[in-house]
């Protein structure tokens, strides 16, 4: 997992503001995930991504985008139509290799929504 | 879509005691269970996982077991240590589907010394 980078720690917004998060790994992984933590909750998948200028959403897309413009990078954007942006953003990739594979998590980035 | 169910959502055991979580998943085609470990503010970290066609597999001390007929699998902690303090989680994934991976809510585990 020390091969992925999430930055930045931590990232303040304004409400009406679009932000990005970044991603970025250098396993050689085919496949990214961004995942949402709220306190006392486990992980809810946003969007993943299995191969370059592909993805698909997750189980709570609503109001977030991401491209996959690089294999190494998988960027979050957060905009102003996510009403409760405020959490503990995860982003995650594993070897997309076919079949079943760990995932490993990049340090996180906290937002949150002055 | 997979449901996981993860219980109890808090457990607190005496230092050395064992430790026992449980989780459910709905999907009969899943077949890849990892457990992740996360201390606060950290990220989660794989410390075990086991796929279908195993019942159970042990690391030191820790262990995953699995029953596919029930749908459920467990995660056993012997002689617990302080540093086992965490929120656990468990997870379930499709292998050969598209590696999504869906979590339970998470195990806040203390040790007491």
């Known amino acids: 997992d020390g091969g992925i980078t999430q930055s930045p720690k931590y990232l303040f917004r304004k409400e009406g503001q679009n932000v990005t998060l970044s991603c970025e790994q250098n396993?050689?992984?085919?496949?990214m995930y961004w995942y949402r933590q709220d306190p006392g909750q486990g992980l809810r998948l946003i969007y993943y991504s299995q191969i370059v200028n592909d993805f698909q959403k997750g189980d709570i897309a609503e109001g977030y985008s991401v491209s996959r413009e690089k294999k190494e990078s998988f960027p979050l954007t957060v905009t102003s139509a996510q009403k409760n942006p405020t959490a503990f953003y995860l982003c995650?990739?594993?070897?997309?290799?076919?079949?079943?594979?760990?995932?490993?998590f990049g340090p996180g980035t906290r937002l949150t929504v002055l | 879509g997979e449901n996981v169910e993860q219980h109890p959502s808090t457990l607190s055991v005496q230092e050395g005691d064992s430790a026992v979580i449980k989780c459910t998943y709905s999907?009969?085609?899943?077949?890849?269970f990892p457990w992740y470990k996360q201390e606060l503010g950290k990220r989660p970290q794989l410390i075990i996982d086991i796929r279908s066609n195993v019942g159970e597999k042990k690391d030191q001390r820790i262990a995953v077991t699995l029953n596919k007929t029930a749908k459920h699998f467990s995660l056993h902690i012997t002689e617990t240590q302080p540093e086992d303090s965490a929120v656990y989680f468990c997870?379930?994934?499709?292998?050969?589907?598209?590696?999504?991976?869906?979590f339970g809510t998470g195990t806040r585990l203390t040790i007491i010394p």
């Open positions: 995650a990739s594993s070897s997309g290799s076919g079949g079943a594979d760990t995932q490993y």
């Open positions: 999907d009969s085609a899943s077949n890849y």
């Open positions: 997870a379930a994934s499709t292998q050969g589907g598209n590696e999504k991976l869906t």
């Open positions: 396993l050689n992984h085919d496949a």
